[in-house]
């Protein structure tokens, strides 16, 4: 076995928001079974949690944003017709899943993901589907890589917390980045300065 020391990882700052990156933690490929089950992640007592569940959460968005049935689900919801136009796409996507997904959080001292699949079931069955903030990334970040737009799994500090407790979506756009908080329905997504992502 490897032993693996985490170090506090590095900041870059530009135009006022500061990245941190997390390292890959190796994660179990069991995140993949093909019938999308819920999956408990396991906390790595030597990573910071905030790592090991952004981790976490790009490896699913990733790896289903390459799956052709999240490819299906999302095409027909897109209704601009002018030629890569990403931002109406990624605002299309976004307000299916602010519309269709119902936020619940998961028990204390557990970390549960639902694949992409799972809900996108769910939704089609029920009309809605019941999940945290991860499981409504893993969604709108596998729809948006999907359709070919790059999204990546964001940890940020909500509400002025000293540490990472929420994750939103980031894409890029003619040389920035949008954010978009799927949770925050009825708001603005916020800025948020501190980021985290995997790397």
């Not at 992640?41 to 790592?51: Q, S």
């Not at 990624?90 to 799972?118: N, S």
């Not at 970040?141 to 737009?149: F, N, R, V």
Request: glycine share 6%.
């Amino acid at each position: 076995m490897v032993q693996v020391i985490y170090n506090e990882p590095p900041t870059t700052s530009s135009r006022g928001i500061n990245y941190q990156a997390a390292p890959r933690i190796p994660l179990r490929e069991n995140l993949l079974a093909p019938d999308g089950t819920v999956h408990r992640i396991p906390l790595d007592p030597k990573a910071p949690d905030a790592w090991t569940i952004i981790s976490a959460i790009q490896f699913v968005i990733e790896q289903f944003g390459r799956d052709p049935r999240i490819r299906v689900a999302t095409l027909p919801l897109l209704t601009s017709r002018i030629n890569n136009d990403i931002k109406s796409h990624a605002a299309t996507v976004a307000a299916f899943v602010m519309r269709k997904m119902i936020y619940l959080a998961d028990p204390d001292g557990g970390e549960f993901i639902q694949t992409p699949l799972v809900l996108l079931n769910a939704i089609g069955q029920k009309g809605f589907a019941y999940g945290d903030c991860d499981d409504h990334v893993v969604l709108l970040g596998a729809m948006l890589t999907s359709i070919g737009i790059p999204a990546r799994a964001v940890a940020v500090k909500l509400h002025g917390a000293d540490y990472y407790n929420h994750v939103v979506v980031e894409y890029p756009f003619e040389g920035r980045t949008i954010l978009i908080d799927p949770c925050a329905k009825k708001v603005a997504t916020p800025h948020y300065r501190d980021r985290l992502v995997a790397v």
